[in-house]
């Protein structure tokens, strides 16, 4: 069995959600696939204290999912770009959007439209060989070799 740097069995799920799993952090995250990159939307935005964004940029920053740039000298002053690593996130936050609206708000407060067509677009599960709709019972979790 394969183990984490504290010697807990390795599960992608855990590794993924020590990462993404705090609010803030879905939060900030929001902001920036809506195009948001400033520190001060951030603060203003969500209302969060400067010690909760300062620790949650840093995480997003230390694990490859936000970029730290400069944009300005005097005074100095960052900005936060979504990384390959951020922008494949998205579909995580798409489908708790999509389950957020069929549990939790009677009316969803945002829409996801296709920009291509115009038509709202649902997030779904397809299989990458046939394209086929995938639900969680159509599909079987096996260990890779070598895996444990």
């Given at each position: 069995m394969k183990h984490d740097e504290l010697g807990n069995v390795y599960c992608?799920?855990?590794?993924?959600?020590s990462v993404i799993g705090e609010r803030w952090t879905m939060m900030i995250l929001r902001e920036c696939f809506r195009g948001h990159r400033r520190y001060e939307h951030f603060r203003t935005k969500l209302g969060l204290g400067a010690n909760v964004l300062n620790d949650r940029l840093r995480v997003l920053v230390d694990e490859g999912v936000?970029?730290?740039?400069?944009?300005?000298?005097?005074?100095?002053?960052?900005?936060y770009r979504l990384t390959t690593k951020g922008a494949d996130l998205y579909p995580v936050l798409v489908a708790l959007i999509g389950w957020?609206?069929?549990?939790?708000n009677d009316v969803p407060p945002v829409r996801l439209v296709h920009r291509g067509c115009g038509h709202p677009a649902e997030p779904r599960l397809t299989c990458a060989h046939c394209a086929e709709p995938v639900a969680?019972?159509?599909?079987?979790?096996?260990?890779?070799?070598?895996a444990w």
């Open positions: 992608s799920v855990a590794r993924t959600w936000l970029e730290r740039v400069r944009y300005e000298d005097a005074p100095v002053r960052h900005e957020g609206d069929r549990y939790e969680w019972r159509d599909m079987a979790a096996e260990f890779e070799p070598g």
